[in-house]
């Protein structure tokens, strides 16, 4: 049973009035001090968090505080010892986004939803996709695309109608955002190990801006993109309510 949990919260008055309450019954420790940390908030918080104690090997456990909660668990104060000592661990790993502007600087951002080219002007992007080094389309029209993990499939790609994928799946998804040519493509399913370079076609015509996980970059040139098995992110869930279970009910909803 975990000693030591570190209590964080978004800045919503619901989840800061839920911290101070955890903290007054359980006590505080230092994020690089705990057994666990305890996020408060929504999945936007949750990203957040994630991405603030990767360099730690703690595991997170989320309590929703906020509005959709996927990643999150239900919140409740009285009994938190006894599910933090029953929860089930889910490892999962970012994505690696480098990405070059038109004016040739380099950024590098990483991603544990998905990450996305999206238009940034009044006409259709033009995007051209590599894999692993081979040509697979040469123009993809559209309103943007964007590769996905399964942890993030249930996100921004559900809702672009690209597939859920079972959490322990080792494949991304690869979906076109309101593709216009080919009109009826929409997507791919690649292995986990692929390598994804888009490049933006016409770019100073046809500006794209790029986004890992609402770290936005825009006038793109080109992104590349891979996992990165490298840095695990530990994710704690009640038992019976984790991701693999999540991903499968979401499909029945």
């Known amino acids: 049973m975990p000693k030591r949990i570190a209590f964080l919260a978004s800045d919503a008055p619901v989840a800061q009035t839920a911290r101070a309450a955890l903290v007054g019954r359980y006590g505080n420790a230092a994020p690089r001090d705990a057994d666990v940390i305890v996020a408060l908030g929504g999945d936007g918080y949750m990203l957040r968090t994630l991405h603030g104690t990767q360099h730690l090997d703690v595991p997170v456990y989320g309590m929703n505080r906020g509005t959709i909660g996927f990643l999150m668990n239900e919140y409740s104060e009285t009994d938190l010892l006894d599910r933090l000592a029953a929860a089930e661990e889910e490892i999962i790993n970012p ?3 480098t990405a070059m502007d038109q004016s040739g600087k380099i950024h590098n951002a990483l991603a544990i ?3 996305s080219l999206l238009r940034a002007g009044p006409q259709a992007a033009k995007l ?3 894999v692993d080094g ?3 389309l040469a123009e993809l029209v559209c309103d943007g695309a964007l590769l996905s993990t399964p942890a ?3 996100a921004y790609n559900y809702s672009a109608h690209g597939p859920i994928l079972p959490i322990g799946s080792d494949v991304l998804a690869l979906t076109a955002i309101a593709a216009f040519r080919p009109r009826r493509w929409r997507g791919a399913l690649l292995p986990k190990t692929a390598h994804v370079r888009f490049d933006v076609v016409d770019a100073d015509k046809r500006p794209v801006m790029a986004d890992a996980d609402s770290a936005s970059i825009p006038d793109i040139d080109w992104v590349e ?7 695990r992110h530990r994710i704690l869930f009640d038992p019976g309510h984790g991701l693999e279970e999540r991903l499968i009910s979401e499909q029945f909803t």
């Open 95 to 97: 994505l690696s986004m």
């Open 113 to 115: 939803n998905e990450v």
């Open 128 to 130: 051209r996709i590599t």
């Open 134 to 136: 081979r040509l697979r």
């Open 152 to 154: 993030g499939s249930t």
């Open 225 to 231: 993109i891979r996992s990165e098995p490298a840095i």
